[in-house]
T-cell receptor, first 113, second 117 residues
Framework: DAGITQSPRHKVTETGTPVTLRCHQT?????MYWYRQDPGHGLRLIHY???????DKGEVSDGYSVSRSKTEDFLLTLESATSSQTSVYFC????????????FGSGTRLTVV | AQSVAQPEDQVNVAEGNPLTVKCTYS??????LFWYVQYPNRGLQFLLK??????LVKGSYGFEAEFNKSQTSFHLKKPSALVSDSALYFC???????????????FGTGTKLQVIP
């Protein structure tokens, strides 16, 4: 997906360990989002950012934190991974909050064992 | 609270036939509506959106969607399905009347479209 990359693409980690996922964009978009995708739930918002150092919680933020120190990077940290956080994580960006569609990254498949 | 429903987990259609993927929504104001497509092991790709104006919206890959305010629906359509259209389709809604700096987007649970050769 042009302009937005996620790393790593796949990760297996043990319960209780911290994990950081990275989202990098080259579009200079203001808004960045972290979603998780689970069967039967669609996409659920974890956290979002509306500018450098400006972040806020989404609907499923417990156990997650984020940071945005530069426009282009948005990090998602699982402070102490649990099996319930096994999921596919997507980063998305948008230039304006209101009427724009989102551009999504290719996702990170995280497995917590 | 806003919500969106995709009543069908899977839709099967023969190649060359017209296809419809259904979406209904609930918002307090006039909605912004979106369709996305997800191919295996990929992120979601934006297909089309309805903000205002003509109720029939045209998007990428020959898809279109019809906004029906009275039925609170935004069904995705294509006149002639291709095998390559097989994917997961998500409807999403945003209520621009929501207060605050961020206007939440709510996604449906997705509909798997299977086009049979």
């Amino acid at each position: 997906d042009a302009g937005i990359t996620q790393s790593p693409r796949h990760k297996v980690t043990e319960t209780g360990t911290p994990v950081t996922l990275r989202c990098h964009q080259t579009e200079n978009h203001r808004y960045m989002y972290w979603y998780r995708q689970d069967p039967g739930h669609g996409l659920r918002l974890i956290h979002y950012s509306y500018g450098v150092k400006d972040t806020d919680k989404g609907e499923v933020s417990d156990g997650y934190s984020v940071s945005r120190s530069k426009t282009e990077d948005f990090l998602l940290t699982l402070e102490s991974a649990t099996s319930s956080q096994t999921s596919v994580y997507f980063c998305a960006i948008s230039d304006r909050a209101v009427s724009d569609g989102y551009t999504f990254g290719s996702g990170t498949r995280l497995t917590v064992v | 609270a806003q919500s969106v429903a995709q009543p069908e987990d899977q839709v099967n259609v023969a190649e060359g036939n017209p296809l419809t993927v259904k979406c209904t929504y609930s918002v307090s104001g006039n909605p912004y509506l979106f369709w996305y497509v997800q191919y295996p092991n990929r992120g979601l790709q934006f297909l089309l959106k309805y903000i205002t104006g003509d109720n029939l919206v045209k998007g990428s890959y020959g898809f279109e969607a019809e906004f029906n305010k009275s039925q609170t629906s935004f069904h995705l359509k294509k006149p002639s399905a291709l095998v390559s259209d097989s994917a997961l389709y998500f409807c999403a809604v945003r209520d621009p009347m929501n207060s605050g700096g961020y206007q939440k987007v709510t996604f449906g649970t997705g509909t798997k479209l299977q086009v049979i050769p």
